[in-house]
């Protein structure tokens, strides 16, 4: 049997305030999930989707405007020498990317996942009644983190960036789904390195996409950052990733300026966004 455990939605500040759960016009909704947490527990190797296909009822069922999805599971088989006789015939058990891409836009939603040589790769969906592509030639945006870019180091991560366009207001923002690499060495020491240099990467990528649009856009990044929040005491020897997304923005410098919209909406970061073994702690946002 999987287990799935159903979640909770939270509204909001604003319509909170209000009293009122219904989201106005002028509002969306975005979502993060990790389609395969569940390969953590026993019995799992990944040919077994009914987790995967949970998680995406649930999601379609609150139709959230932008939805992330992260560790979007790819056949390594057909990553790798290209002769999956199932994914060849499109039923192959463990190209789940390929099947949550299609059971999206059959249910309203466009968008795409890196297309690159990740087996866990990462997408980036958005709802087409309310929003659209804000680029003229109708462009998704895509990074691989490669160390020939000058920061970090070569790894299976990367993300996906769009400018979308809100149907109702006309707005134009810049939404973009990451995953970062996991801060440790081979022996299990603690190092940052790697992921503060994906994120300057990502950062490159982003800025980029302000010039080519003639100034900043308003910003939404949603993803696994593979960070704690900042916990201050003794010990601890900052940056970390999540100091740098909060460090206020100034250009040249390596702040991001951006809010936590678990700290904006609740106050403070959730207890836990992953948990197993030997670790509990908030690491999506």
């Known amino acids: ?78 990553l790798r020498q290209r002769d999956c006789r199932y994914c060849a015939a499109g039923r192959c058990r463990e190209a789940h990317a390929e099947w949550a891409d299609t059971v999206l836009r059959e249910n309203g939603y466009d968008g795409d996942f890196h297309r690159a040589r990740m087996a866990q790769t990462v997408g980036l969906y958005f709802r087409e009644d309310s929003l659209s592509r804000a680029k003229v030639d109708g462009r998704m945006l895509f990074c691989h983190f490669d160390a020939r870019f000058g920061e970090g180091g070569n790894s299976s991560k990367g993300s996906v960036l769009a400018p979308l366009r809100h149907r109702a ?8 789904a990451t995953h970062l690499s996991v801060p440790k060495l081979p022996d299990g020491a ?61 250009p040249g410098r390596l702040g991001w300026g951006l809010q936590s919209a678990y700290a904006s909406v609740l106050g403070q970061e959730p207890v836990f966004t992953a948990w197993g073994p030997d670790f509990l702690g908030c690491i999506d946002y």
Request: charged content about 25%; some cysteine.
């Open 190 to 250: 603690l190092d940052t390195s790697k992921p503060l240099g994906e994120l300057v990467q990502l950062r490159r990528k982003v800025e980029d996409v302000f010039v080519r649009n003639g100034g900043a856009l308003p910003l939404i990044v949603a993803g696994d950052f593979n960070s704690v929040p900042s916990s201050g005491g003794e010990g601890y020897a900052p940056p970390h990733v999540y100091e740098r997304l909060n460090e206020a923005y100034h």
């Open 1 to 78: 049997m999987v287990e799935t455990n159903e979640r909770q939605w939270v509204a909001s500040a604003a319509t909170e305030c209000e009293g009122n759960a219904r989201l106005d016009a002028s509002s969306f909704t975005v979502a993060s999930w990790n389609l395969q947490a569940d390969r953590c527990k026993p019995g799992h190797d990944g040919s077994d989707r009914r987790g995967v296909e949970t998680c995406l009822q649930q999601l379609l069922r609150e139709k959230p405007h932008i939805i992330v999805l992260l560790e979007m599971q790819r056949c390594k088989r057909q």
């Open 169 to 176: 207001t006309g707005m134009v923002f810049l939404a973009v």
